[in-house]
């Protein structure tokens, strides 16, 4: 039954981030705001939605190991896993900006998270700071869309339009509607996830948060995860990247700032096994983008499965900490020793090898 209600779960949020999206844009539309802002803002807040419905139901039901392992957890999954499945499909270009702004952004955004979740919680006026710079953040974005390329702004008018006359979602109280169905599914569907999380947890024997930060991680990323590899399937590859490093972006100071206002002055505790490892992967996967980004400007097919590999691997490690294993020794050994040296040293030949970089787009 459990199984029923985290796949129930899962599917209401989808489904609600769905309808959420699609009657927020629709309106935003009608009423003359542009596809641009619209895709900058609205679209991007709605890929976020299930990790924020999720992490701010866990903190309201005092699951806070959830609510910050499922944002931990989402931001490793969407670099390694949706960019690296994306980059198997085919490599990936890099829009200039992403190197020169957003990826920067992405990083400042989770050394400060490591920084306010040093002494082991997030209070509620950090988290308050946090929703603070997003809404900076998302104006930075609507002012910048000013100054937007004429080939940026014809992307986005071809990929939103507003209702046509006579569709089924042309009236404001059917998106109104839509709205509401959206934020209603939200909330239900993360209700039914975290409680079946809380569920797997206690069957498996593991703690909450490394079902936050694998299960329900996963889960939650489904959005971002159709969005990049249908934009990689159609040729969009910059919107295949921009989708998963924005995302990033967002479930930092979105949800992590919604939690902590949340948690009613509480604040969010941060398990000590978060703020010891997986929040430093966070930071690593992030850091590790740039030298990736930087060789031809694009993710090519091998990156895209070291990323793969390297998720796996951080999978494989998560269950054999759960399970104190006596392979997990062995397992660190190879990897720290062996694995991850190689690495760099590939990701910086190639930064040294790499051609010219393209001329900025």
């Not at 948690?263 to 930071?283: E, K, R």
């Not at 070291?306 to 494989?316: Q, R, W």
Request: proline letters at 4%; one cysteine or more; a negative charge.
């Amino acid at each position: 039954m459990q199984v029923v209600w985290f796949v129930a779960g899962l599917s209401a949020l989808v489904a609600g981030a769905s309808a959420l999206v699609r009657g927020a844009s629709k309106l935003a539309l009608s009423l003359g705001i542009s596809p641009l802002v619209v895709g900058l803002t609205i679209v991007a807040f709605g890929t976020s939605a299930p990790e924020m419905a999720v992490s701010t139901g866990a903190v309201l039901a005092g699951q806070t190991d959830i609510a910050v392992g499922n944002v931990v957890g989402s931001n490793i999954f969407n670099v390694l896993f949706i960019l690296g499945a994306s980059a198997l499909i085919t490599p990936l270009v890099v829009h200039v900006q992403l190197i020169r702004q957003e990826v920067p952004i992405m990083i400042g955004a989770s050394v400060l998270l490591l920084v306010l979740g040093l002494d082991g919680r997030i209070a509620w006026w950090e988290g308050g700071l946090l929703l603070g710079l997003l809404i900076v953040y998302t104006a930075f974005l609507i002012v910048q869309s000013r100054r937007a390329s004429a080939a940026d702004a014809a992307a986005f008018d071809a990929e939103l339009q507003p209702a046509s006359a006579g569709a089924w979602d042309a009236r404001w109280p059917v998106q109104v509607a839509l709205m509401g169905v959206g934020l209603a599914l939200l909330v239900l569907g993360s209700d039914w996830l975290v409680g079946a999380a809380v569920a797997f947890a206690q069957a498996f024997g593991v703690s909450d948060v490394v079902i936050g930060l694998t299960i329900v991680a996963a889960g939650t990323s489904m959005p971002e995860v159709a969005t990049s590899i249908a934009a990689a399937l159609k040729g969009e590859r910059d919107i295949a990247v921009g989708n998963a490093v924005g995302s990033n972006t967002f479930n930092i100071l979105g949800c992590v700032g919604l939690s902590g206002l949340a948690s009613a002055g509480a604040g969010i505790t941060i398990a000590p096994s978060v703020l010891s490892f997986d929040i430093w992967v966070m930071l690593a996967v992030a850091l590790a983008c740039l030298p990736v980004f930087l060789t031809g400007r694009e993710i090519a097919r091998w990156e895209g499965a070291v990323f793969l590999g390297y998720y796996a691997a951080y999978t494989a490690y998560l269950i054999l900490a759960a399970q104190s294993h006596a392979a997990l020794p062995a397992f660190s050994a190879v990897m720290l020793g062996f694995v991850v040296p190689l690495t760099v040293i590939a990701l910086v030949t190639s930064v040294l090898r790499s051609p010219s970089a393209p001329p900025a787009r």
